[in-house]
């Protein structure tokens, strides 16, 4: 799928799906930049020892998205160690669910600067490392078109990352850069081993594949966008739900 020697760097990747699309894109060949908040933060090293296993370059560089001094550092540490960034996933995402009534300013505020502010954070700073014919994926969810009770918040910050990928894809055209955006459905992962057995069995009925998805459908459709391949695909958002949300 031509990775070999493209560099990959995926924000909140020491697990989840983040860890998920940093193996699929190693397995094609493609060194590794794993992000996640913290120095010493064990499952992102361990993520790193993991992709060094299969005989892949990985490096873990930690930097909290949300904020902007933290990404300028971030982009001054792939520069003096890759120096450019061929394929950019802004994946780390938080959520703190409460309905809009009883949401508290530290409920809002943290998941906007995590999930939505982190896109200028991140993609502003590390910009200039992207060379021409880039690539550019941002993680949204299934909510950004349905909308979810108690996630006022992380359904404004999954929608708007859809209107920042049509705008960077516009931008940045001329460079050949393409920017997409997928949107998860249900996938099981930690996030979502937290819905209750019963909300659950609510939603595979709304699912037309009737079950949940893997994260490797999530890093397949990464894997896609990143690819020679998809090429002439930009400003997107690719909905891999089982058909929830069409
Ligand atoms: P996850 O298992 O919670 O992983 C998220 C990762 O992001 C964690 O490693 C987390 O590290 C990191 N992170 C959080 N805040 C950060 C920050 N400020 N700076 C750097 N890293 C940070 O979540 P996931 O299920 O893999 O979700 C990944 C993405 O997919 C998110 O954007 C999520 O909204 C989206 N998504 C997921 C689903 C799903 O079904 N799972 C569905 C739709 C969309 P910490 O340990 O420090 O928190």
């Given at each position: 799928m031509g990775f070999k020697g493209k560099i990959a760097l995926i924000t909140?990747?020491?697990?989840?799906l983040g860890k998920a699309m940093a193996l699929t894109l190693a397995k094609h060949g493609c060194s590794i930049i794993i992000n996640d908040r913290g120095e010493g933060n064990e499952e992102a090293l361990q993520t790193v020892k993991e992709i060094r296993g299969m005989g892949a370059t990985a490096e873990y560089l930690s930097a909290d998205v949300s904020d902007f001094e933290s990404c300028k550092k971030l982009a001054e540490a792939v520069r003096g160690?890759?120096?450019?960034?061929d394929i950019l996933i802004n994946n780390a995402g938080i959520t703190k669910d409460r309905t809009l009534k009883k949401m508290a300013p530290e409920e809002w505020y943290p998941v906007i600067n995590v999930n939505l502010n982190s896109m200028y954070n991140v993609t502003h700073n590390l910009l200039e490392l992207i060379p021409d014919g880039g690539r550019i994926i941002n993680i949204s969810s299934v909510v950004a078109f349905l909308g979810n009770f108690g996630q006022t918040n992380y359904a404004a910050t999954k929608a708007g990352i859809i209107g920042f990928t049509k705008s960077l894809a516009k931008e940045l055209g001329k460079r050949k850069i393409t920017v997409n955006a997928v949107a998860p459905g249900f996938i099981k992962t930690p996030m979502t081993d937290q819905i209750p057995v019963e909300m659950l069995d609510t939603i595979l009925q709304l699912i037309p594949l009737r079950e949940m998805g893997g994260s490797e459908d999530i890093a397949e459709a990464v894997l896609f966008l990143a690819s020679d391949g998809a090429k002439y695909i930009t400003g997107t958002a690719l909905r891999v739900d089982g058909g929830l949300s069409f």
């Open positions: 909140g990747s020491g697990r989840g160690k890759f120096e450019r960034v």
